[in-house]
């Protein structure tokens, strides 16, 4: 399965990276260009896999829906919050509870207009299946991003997203940004269907903020 392949790639043994002198041979900045490297290529990965049909019919129920619910946990629940920031600067309403007991409950309030949007890189954490059973029990259209297709969450959403990754270990960084980018690339096509309103919407924005500002 997905989580027991993550586990042993997670534990199994690193090649030593050190000289005959016993430093590491590996600087700083080495380690943080194969990161650079490893969120460059998902990012390119995801935009490989991106299809255009899934793409359209995700952004068509997010202009469409009375309201959004969106769920994650984890690293993709920071993911459901940018979602969720993305939606308020769209005009559209929308919750992001972060607790994922509140997403379940707040599921079970939503009805054959809404949107409930998960987010899970592995596709089979318990939480967000839980919020999208419930939704499709309530008649709403259901979303979701993930990095396995083949995941139950996927077979369960009305569209999927794929975020591709090729990292190992627990805490897949470039993974997260990949579905952030993925989130962007989703505001961005909104708002070039209707940028008269996402330009309103922003000015207003920028008002209310602006006596905050030093």
Same mark, same amino acid.
């Given at each position: ?28 900045l080495q ?14 990965d995801t ?61 079970? *309030?939503?009805?054959? =207009? $809404?949107? /409930?949007? &998960? ?6 954490? +318990?939480? @967000? ?23 139950? *969450?996927?077979?369960? =959403? $009305?569209? /999927?997203? &794929? ?6 270990? +627990?805490? @897949? ?32 924005? &920028? ?8």
């Amino acid at each position: 399965g997905f989580t027991d392949l993550k586990l042993a790639l997670a534990q199994e043994p690193r090649e030593a990276r050190t000289d005959t002198s016993g430093e590491p041979h590996t600087s700083d900045l080495q380690a943080a260009g194969r990161l650079f490297r490893a969120v460059a290529q998902a990012i390119s990965d995801t935009q490989g896999v991106l299809n255009e049909e899934s793409f359209t019919q995700a952004l068509d129920l997010i202009a469409g829906a009375r309201h959004i619910l969106v769920g994650g946990v984890g690293g993709s629940g920071i993911v459901a919050q940018a979602f969720y920031q993305r939606c308020i600067r769209l005009w559209q309403r929308c919750d992001a509870p972060v607790d994922s007991q509140l997403q379940i409950m707040h599921a079970a *309030l939503t009805g054959p =207009a $809404d949107l /409930v949007v &998960v987010i899970s890189y592995s596709g089979i954490t +318990s939480d @967000p299946l839980f919020v999208l059973q419930e939704a499709k029990a309530r008649g709403a259209a259901t979303l979701c991003i993930t990095g396995n297709s083949a995941s139950p *969450l996927a077979r369960l =959403a $009305d569209v /999927v997203l &794929v975020s591709v990754s090729h990292e190992q270990g +627990s805490e @897949p960084m470039a993974a997260q940004i990949a579905q952030m980018a993925l989130v962007d690339a989703l505001y961005s096509a909104l708002v070039a269907r209707n940028a008269e309103q996402a330009q309103l919407t922003e000015e207003r924005m &920028v008002k209310a903020i602006l006596p905050k500002s030093i």
